[in-house]
């Protein structure tokens, strides 16, 4: 047949871009919120003996419910916030990016809406057009403070089955108070009948004082708390995110995986690095520390910055951000043009990546200065 559209794709995809921040070849890579720091050796020979223990029965499927790695998880979560949690209270896939798209999976789907409040995590919208499901962005406050008015107001009128609220908040930074939290819980309860999900994809590095969400979960039966190993354990490259609810709510996501959708290896890589849990948190102590003086520096060069409960600042505000975007790149310094216009976003490297940050931030900013008065 001639004349139709070649690849037969889905409409609403028609002419959409993989989304993606740019994977350059760059000297200091602050761009994507990963750990500076690559796995210790130990963990590195712990890791390998697993994978080639596991590697003796790749000829089976691996265990569906990764039992062992559940329980690793829900003593992790015990031992990091004081959560007590049983491993049938615990999920896992591929990435946090996987959980949420089962849920939304689950508890999405055609003629269903889901809710998150601008600025937020970019691929919210994506995966709830892969899920089918009907994406909605209320507002935050101008300084991102979180605005209960609006989201109830949004709440009334959408009706949402989902709502995803990352706390701390990519891009800003910003972490969520107990009192939104358990707020948001109880309306979706009453006025929606739907589930409430907090994205602590970067809780591990919220400040002394920031609580986890996890410490509401006996208390409503609608919350879902979702972590990752991609940033504090350093493990981006393993690709394991998991969650934290009550057990049918986990159960429900059992029916929607894909079967067997955890692999051996990856089972095996993520239950041994869970073992030096204590050895890669103690990196995240730094990453903070080097967060603040960041912050600080940022403040005392005249930047405005969001105050920051994540592994990542961001700054402004530039009249034109891509020129410094650009500025810096062209000193080997790669950062992410993402939030409200005027915005950009480092991620906290190491203190030698934060020095050259700072160097290529402020010569940049010169040279642009001399060019306009040489106008
Ligand atoms: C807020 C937030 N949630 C989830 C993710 C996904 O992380 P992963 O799929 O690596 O677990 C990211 C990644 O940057 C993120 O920023």
Redesign the pocket.
């Known amino acids: 047949m001639s004349g139709q559209d070649w690849p037969p794709l889905r409409e609403e995809l028609r002419g959409v871009e993989p989304y993606g921040a740019p994977q350059l070849p760059v000297p200091v890579a602050l761009n ?2 990963e750990n500076p720091y690559p796995p210790s050796a130990a963990v590195v020979s712990d890791i390998a003996a697993a994978v080639a223990e596991a590697a003796t029965t790749l000829n089976r499927y691996p265990d569906r419910e990764f039992t062992e790695l559940r329980k690793g998880l829900a003593a992790y979560l015990a031992q990091e916030s004081g959560a007590d949690l049983t491993p049938e209270q615990v999920w896992a896939a ?7 798209l089962q849920i939304l999976q689950a508890f999405g789907g055609p003629g269903r809406t889901v809710v998150s409040f601008a600025p937020t ?1 970019s ?1 919210y919208p994506e995966y709830a057009r892969d899920a089918m499901t009907t994406y909605v962005a209320g507002r935050r406050h101008d300084d991102f403070a979180f605005d209960l008015e609006e989201a109830a107001r949004v709440v009334e009128q959408h009706r949402p089955s989902v709502v995803l609220l ?1 706390s701390p ?2 891009p800003t930074g910003t972490a969520l108070p107990h009192g939104v939290i358990s707020e948001m819980c109880a309306l979706l309860d009453e006025r929606a009948n739907g589930i409430v999900v907090i ?1 602590e ?2 809780a591990e590095f919220r400040r002394a004082g920031t609580p986890s969400a996890l410490e509401l979960l006996p208390h409503h039966r609608n919350l879902v708390v ?1 972590r ?4 504090a354990f350093a493990l ?1 490259g393993a ?3 998991y969650l934290a609810a009550a057990p049918e709510l986990c159960d429900a996501l059992r029916v929607v995986r894909l079967p067997y959708h955890l692999s051996a290896i990856t089972q095996a890589s993520a239950s041994a690095a869970l073992r030096h849990a204590e050895e890669l948190l103690g990196k995240v102590e730094e990453l903070r520390a080097e967060r603040d003086r960041t912050v600080e520096w940022l403040l005392a060069e005249g930047h405005q910055v969001a105050p920051s409960d994540a592994n990542f600042v961001l700054f402004g505000r530039f009249d034109d951000r891509e020129a410094v975007w650009q500025g810096l790149l062209d000193r080997g310094v790669l950062i992410r043009v993402t939030g409200p216009d005027g915005w950009l976003r480092v991620s906290i490297g190491t203190a030698e990546e934060m020095t050259a940050f700072k160097d290529a931030l402020r010569d940049a900013l010169r040279d642009a200065l001399r060019e306009v008065t040489a106008r």
Not at 94 to 100: A, D, F, K, Q, T
Not at 228 to 231: C, D, R
Request: proline share 4%.
């Open positions: 994507v919120n591929n990435g946090s990016n996987e959980v949420m995590y691929m990352p908040n990519n994205d994809a970067y979702t990752t190993m991609s940033k981006a690709r394991l995110g």
